[in-house]
C-alpha cells in the first residue's frame, strides 16, 4: 500500500461513518449492550472489538491500523507514551533468569529500565557497541531473549545494521526490537530488514505537535496479540482516545512534514559543517560521518535531528550562543514544528546525565518546519559570538 493510501483513506469506514470524512472521537470509556448475550458475545473479543477503552477504542483502533501498515507488520498497539511503549516491549519478551543484549547509549529512560527497573527482577543486560554487527553475536549467552537496537539513537546518532544483526538474531532464536523514533517509517522500515518489534514515540514526528505524548510497538499479530493479553491490559498504559484522534490529524501531514525537516535538515548541516566556529556536525549524512555509507544503505532520509560540538572550550561562550538563539526554543523532544536546541551543559545537574557518552559542549538541534534559511541566519549570529 503507498503511503498516501493509509495516511488519507487506510482504515476509514467513512460509510458507517455516515460520510464523516474525520474519524469521530469516541471519547468514551465503556460500551453498552442491548442484552446479556450481546454483553457476552463481545466479551470473549474485548480486544478487538469495544467493550471497554482499556483495551479497545474504535478512534485507537483506526490509529492502530495506520501506524502497522506504515511500519508494514501486521498489528500495532499504541500507549500513553514512548517510554510504556518501550517497557511493554521488552517486558513481553523477557522474565526473571533472562539476558538482554542492547546497543549501548539507548535512549536514557531504555537505559534506566534495563539498569534500574528489570534488574530487580533478574534480568540483566549487556550493553555493546553497535557499529559492527559482530558485537551483538559475541555477547549473546545462553539466557539471550532479546536484542534491542536504536539506530539512530537520538543524541550522537551511531546506527547499527538492521539487517546484519536480525540475521545473527534469527539464527539464535533470539528476538529482536528497535527503537526507530528518529527515522520514522518514512525513511527506515525495521521489520522489512528482519526485525521484530518496531518501537516508536509517537511524540515526535508521528504525531508532530508538540502536543501529545505517546508510544507505538510494532508486529506480527502474534506477538501484538501476546502483548495486548498480558503487559497492555494489565498494566494499562493506554493512549486516551482524544490523543489517538489528535494522532490521526497529526498523520495526516506526517510524510510533508517530514520530508520538509529533512530537506531543510541537510541544507542546515551542510551550512554547519563548513563553518568554523562549529567543530563537528553529528547527523546520520554528515559528510564527516564514519557510517555514512550504512546510512545511505538502510535509511533514505533523516529528518532534522543532529547535534553540534561548538569549537570553544569555554563552557560560557557556549551557553552563550545557545541563549543568543531566536528561533531554536531551549527544550527537550523533537518532532513539533517548531525548532529546537538542546544544550548538553543544561543536563549537568540531572541524574541522567553520562559524561562519557555525551560531552559536554554537545548542543542537539532540531530544524523544524520553519524557512531554512531564516534558521540559518539565526545560527550564524549565534555562532558569531564564539
Ligand atoms: C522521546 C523518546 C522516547 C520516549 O518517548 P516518550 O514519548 O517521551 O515517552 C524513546 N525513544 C526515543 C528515541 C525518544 O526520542
Known sequence: MNISEILHHFAEPREIWEGAVTPPLQATSNFCFDTVDDMRNQLANEMSYPFYTRGYN??????????????????????GSGSAAV????????????HIVSVKKPYSWTTKLFDNYLSKYGVSTTYVDGTDAKNFERAIQPNTKLIYLESPNSMTFEMQDLEAVAKIAKAHGIVTACDNTYATPLFQQPHKLGIDLVIHS?????NGHSDVVSGVVCGSKDMIQ?????????LGGIIAPFNAWLMLRGLRTF??????SDASGRIVAKFLENHPKVKE??????SSNPQRSLAEKQMSGA????????????????????????????AASWGGYESLQYPISAMLNSQNYN????????????VGLEDPQMLIEDLSQALALL
Do not use: C, W
Request: glycine share 8%; charged share 25%.
Open 87 to 98: 517497557a511493554m516491549a521488552v517486558m513481553q519478551v523477557v522474565k526473571g533468569g533472562d
Open 303 to 330: 529528518g532534522g535531528l543532529m547535534s553540534i560540538k561548538l569549537n570553544t572550550d569555554d563552557p560560557k561562550k557556549a551557553e552563550a550562543f545557545s541563549n543568543a538563539l531566536k528561533y531554536f526554543l531551549i
Open 355 to 366: 559524561p562519557s557518552s555525551l560531552p559536554e559542549h554537545l548542543v542537539r538541534i532540531y
Open 202 to 206: 509517537g511524540t515526535k514526528y508521528l
Open 255 to 260: 510524510e510533508i512534514r517530514v520530508q520538509r
Open 58 to 79: 474504535p478512534t485507537v483502533g483506526v490509529l492502530r491500523e495506520k501506524l502497522a501498515a506504515l511500519e508494514g507488520t501486521e498489528d500495532a498497539l499504541v500507549f
Open 226 to 234: 501476546a502483548m495486548m493479553k498480558e503487559e497492555f491490559m494489565t
Open 281 to 286: 556536525v553529528l547527523y546520520p549524512f554528515a
